[in-house]
């Protein structure tokens, strides 16, 4: 009797070692560990621990070592952006759609969907033989235009002017390419040098890429941001499916929604951080032609499979509710 309760003593105990997963996470922040990504992901790794996982850290400032290593198999989970993160996951990777989420209520509303249990399935990816599942979506921010010289401030006028785009995401090159400016290759790593030094005329940045980066040297005095969100930026926690416990993805997107007023709090500190004399407002007429042809060329990438054509719907419904007098929503298309 007695030999057979230290069988079951041991059988529970290796059981309870087991399920206990241990795992590397790569996580993609510009400024490193030093940055408000990591350590909202130091947070998270704490929180894990109730979730029976030890989770190690690796900071990476280069995302494209991050998307190696996480093909290579040495991450178990990464945390990178989600223009990036769309190949693992095309349902929530689309809600950087451009023009998609032209403010932060919006963009709380498209987060909070898409984490919500309801679409538990859709956050489930098979590649090849493995099965990836989006377990938390990060508020980086909106990303503004910034150009070197204020008068590249209609849409007639950046024609032929350089504009840097990431080159792994191809909805960039084709807007670029829409507006007749020239698509400057670039990647997330460099595309703000290229700006500083007059490689380029244009840029799309989020705030947060404002400071630390040192916009300010490539606006100068005739530069400025103009003040229309081309792009919500986001930021895609993926997990091997099988590395971590099965509740594992329910609680740490629980876990995640739970940290978005934070976050947006963060993204609004920063914008307001940005001095006054660089900041452009568009007249109502110039707001419109941008917000028509950002749609134009969203149903065009939705229908050449880019964007996930659900979380389109769920875009334009979010907006719609926002703002119920926009022009959009009126007419269908998405």
Request: hydrophobic letters at 40%; charged letters at 25%; proline letters at 3%.
């Amino acid at each position: 009797m007695k030999k057979g309760f230290l069988v079951l003593s041991a059988l529970g105990l290796l059981a309870s070692t087991s399920s206990h997963a241990k795992v590397n996470v790569c996580v993609f922040d510009l400024l490193g560990k030093s940055g408000e990504s990591f350590k909202l992901m130091e947070e998270w790794a704490l929180a894990a621990k109730a979730w029976n996982t030890d989770v190690q850290l690796t900071a990476y400032q280069d995302e494209a070592k991050v998307d190696q290593d996480a093909k290579a198999g040495k991450c178990d989970g990464f945390y990178m952006t989600s223009m990036r993160a769309r190949a693992y996951n095309k349902f929530a990777g689309s809600i950087d759609a451009i023009g998609g989420v032209p403010n932060n209520d919006i963009a709380m509303k498209a987060i909070s969907y898409v984490l919500d249990k309801r679409n538990s399935k859709r956050l489930i990816t098979q590649i090849g033989k493995e099965k990836f599942e989006v377990a938390g979506i990060g508020q980086i921010g909106p990303a503004y235009i910034f150009v070197r010289d204020r008068e590249l401030n209609k849409l007639e006028q950046v024609k032929g002017k350089k504009f840097a785009v990431l080159h792994y995401d191809y909805a960039q090159k084709i807007m670029v390419n829409r507006i007749e400016a020239v698509p400057v290759m670039s990647e997330i790593s460099n595309f703000i040098r290229k700006f500083n030094q007059g490689e380029v005329d244009i840029v799309a940045a989020p705030a947060y890429a404002f400071k630390p980066l040192e916009l300010e040297k490539g606006l100068g005095n005739k530069g400025a941001m103009i003040n229309f969100p081309v792009i919500n930026v986001t930021a895609d926690l993926i997990i091997r499916q099988d590395k971590f416990p099965d509740s594992f993805a329910v609680q740490s997107r629980d876990w995640f929604v739970k940290q978005l007023p934070r976050s947006f709090a963060m993204v609004k500190r920063m914008e307001a951080e940005i001095p006054n004399k660089y900041k452009l407002n568009l007249s109502r007429e110039d707001r419109i032609a941008y917000q028509k042809i950002l749609r134009e060329g969203r149903i065009d990438l939705t229908r050449q499979g880019i964007y996930d054509p659900g979380m389109m719907t769920v875009l334009k419904r979010a907006r719609c509710t926002v703002e119920r007098t926009n022009f959009e929503c009126s007419i269908s298309g998405e």
